[in-house]
């Protein structure tokens, strides 16, 4: 628990010439009071911004696995054909010699 402590004081005070809480938000009151009241809306509307940026990187990441699933889907079918797509050529081949066959016999059947 104190390593958290310590290190959290550090984090706080780490540009800060004393080593205190006390110090620590002494400086974090003069920072903020280097900020300007008009500059209040300037910093809201750049965090709403970057809080939009992370909904979408959300929403971004909720999409990644149902992609990775179609992916691993479509790797599983072409696993599945692979063996079949060797043939595949020949397939093509013997049917386009035997459209002509089957044109022949459609004529012959209707005369």
Same mark, same amino acid.
């Given at each position: 628990?104190?390593?958290?402590?310590?290190?959290?004081?550090?984090?706080?005070?780490?540009?800060?010439?004393?080593?205190?809480?006390?110090?620590?938000?002494?400086?974090?009151?003069?920072?903020?009071?280097?900020?300007?009241?008009?500059?209040?809306?300037?910093?809201?509307?750049?965090?709403?911004?970057?809080?939009?940026?992370?909904?979408?990187?959300?929403?971004?990441?909720? @999409?990644?696995?149902?992609?990775?699933?179609?992916?691993? @889907?479509?790797?599983?079918?072409?696993?599945?054909?692979?063996?079949?797509?060797?043939?595949?050529?020949?397939?093509? @081949?013997?049917?386009?010699?035997?459209?002509?066959?089957?044109?022949?016999?459609?004529?012959?059947?209707?005369?």
């Amino acid at each position: 628990m104190w390593e958290r402590i310590l290190k959290l004081l550090s984090t706080i005070s780490a540009d800060s010439p004393e080593r205190s809480v006390l110090g620590a938000i002494s400086n974090l009151q003069t920072k903020l009071s280097l900020i300007e009241p008009s500059d209040y809306t300037h910093i809201d509307t750049r965090l709403q911004a970057v809080l939009h940026k992370m909904d979408q990187l959300k929403a971004k990441a909720k @999409e990644i696995p149902e992609t990775n699933n179609k992916v691993a @889907e479509v790797f599983d079918l072409v696993r599945k054909v692979e063996p079949v797509l060797s043939t595949l050529p020949e397939v093509v @081949e013997r049917m386009t010699a035997l459209k002509s066959l089957h044109e022949q016999a459609s004529q012959f059947a209707s005369n």
